[in-house]
């Protein structure tokens, strides 16, 4: 079973940074790819970022593409969330995801940790 634990978020003000980071674990972690997605109330869940876990390639949301970065620590088993210039229609609640796939749906999910943009 992989479980995914995510932390470091938080209430910051608009233009301010924020990193994510989301650790797994399992015996048999060994994801293709690992991803970040938001939710705000009454929203439908959002695609934020991705990344190929073993080659590194990374996809970025265009509405985040130049502030947010998605990377790897791979001995750690660990991804970030790197979001610089942050808005207010940032605020959402954030989750990890994980999948063996190459394609598809994410199979794994993290608990989500709240992310609070101030004006």
């Known amino acids: 079973q992989v479980q995914l634990v995510e932390s470091g978020g938080g209430l910051v003000q608009a233009g301010g940074s924020l990193r994510l980071s989301c650790a797994a674990s399992?015996?048999?972690?060994?994801?293709?790819?690992m991803g970040w997605f938001r939710r705000v109330p009454g929203k439908e869940r959002e695609f934020v970022a991705q990344?190929?876990?073993?080659?590194?390639?990374?996809y970025i949301a265009s509405s985040v593409k130049g502030r947010f970065t998605i990377s790897r620590e791979y001995a750690k088993n660990t991804v970030y969330l790197q979001m610089n210039s942050l808005k207010p229609e940032d605020t959402a609640v954030y989750y990890c995801?994980?999948?063996?796939?190459?394609?598809?749906?994410?199979?794994?999910w993290g608990q989500g940790t709240q992310v609070t943009v101030s004006s």
């Open positions: 995801a994980a999948t063996e796939a190459r394609f598809g749906e994410y199979r794994y």
């Open positions: 399992g015996r048999t972690f060994s994801p293709y790819r």
């Open positions: 990344i190929v876990w073993r080659g590194g390639d990374t």
